[in-house]
């Protein structure tokens, strides 16, 4: 419960990575495999602000949460 499964794969351009919590309470984290590795580790990061932030129970439109995570 609450793991970090990451894992790479190819994304449309315009996706750099995104987070799906499941329902053992583990969050999986999937990040674009064409990108850099630095910007692989740029999204990483990203994502593990909203893990942190426990922006997946936030009731705010996903606009608001991705400008605060910015």
Same mark, same amino acid.
Request: net charge negative; no cysteine.
């Given at each position: 419960?609450?793991?970090? /499964? !990451?894992?790479?794969?190819?994304? *449309? !351009?315009?996706? #750099?990575?995104?987070?799906? *919590?499941?329902?053992?309470?583990?969050?999986? !984290? $999937?990040?674009?495999?064409?990108?850099?590795?630095?910007?692989?580790? @740029?999204? $990483?990061? /990203?994502?593990?602000? /909203?893990?942190? #932030?426990?922006?997946?129970?936030?009731?705010?439109?996903? +606009?608001? @949460?991705?400008?605060?995570? +910015?």
């Amino acid at each position: 419960m609450n793991e970090i /499964h !990451v894992r790479t794969l190819p994304l *449309p !351009v315009r996706v #750099k990575a995104f987070t799906l *919590p499941d329902p053992q309470g583990d969050y999986n !984290v $999937y990040i674009n495999s064409l990108l850099s590795e630095e910007q692989q580790q @740029i999204s $990483y990061a /990203h994502e593990r602000r /909203h893990i942190e #932030k426990d922006d997946f129970s936030r009731d705010l439109p996903v +606009a608001l @949460i991705e400008a605060e995570n +910015a």
